[in-house]
């Protein structure tokens, strides 16, 4: 096999298994493409339920106390669910810390507004199948998961935004 060919075969094939891995996340209820459904306890005391929020843009993040990067995608969040929390968007922080007060302590220190939900059991983050932090989600008003995002960097804010705001309007 010429370098050519080999190179477009790994090519094809890559891409097959990313295809495959984002058409078949755990997350994603295979019938109906919604994304799985959790009832977790915020930090605040209260129960949230991610089917409740049908009707919403909900951004379903994946974090831990000790993420570099999620302790720089945060922020960047909470100026996001600032932005357009009135015109539809919800976002939920899945901290998945062993000790929920941690991310208590941090969230505060961070002055997140958005709900900050805790997953000490792992269950949440069993049921979607995190294997790195951050993780996110991006579920549409009809419960559908549209965009998995893993790990924060430079090109994300814009690509965020641009997703967000195209749901919104659908």
């Not at 106390?65 to 539809?88: D, S």
Request: glycine share 8%.
């Amino acid at each position: 096999m010429t370098t050519l060919k080999r190179t477009g075969f790994l090519i094809i094939v890559s891409f097959t298994v990313v295809l495959f891995t984002i058409t078949s996340f755990a997350g994603i209820d295979q019938d109906n493409k919604k994304a799985s459904d959790f009832t977790l306890k915020s930090s605040g005391g209260s129960n949230v339920k991610l089917s409740e929020l049908r009707g919403r843009v909900v951004l379903v993040n994946f974090w831990a106390t000790w993420c570099t990067p999620c302790k720089e995608e945060l922020p960047y969040f909470n100026t996001l669910y600032q932005r357009y929390r009135n015109v539809g968007l919800e976002i939920l922080g899945v901290n998945i810390d062993k000790v929920s007060s941690h991310a208590s302590q941090m969230s505060t220190a961070l002055g997140l507004s958005f709900p900050v939900l805790l997953d000490p059991s792992g269950k949440t983050s069993d049921l979607y199948r995190i294997r790195s932090m951050p993780t996110t989600f991006v579920v549409a008003k009809d419960g559908t998961l549209r965009h998995v995002h893993w790990g924060f960097g430079p090109d994300d804010p814009p690509r965020y935004e641009t997703e967000i705001r195209a749901l919104l309007r659908e």
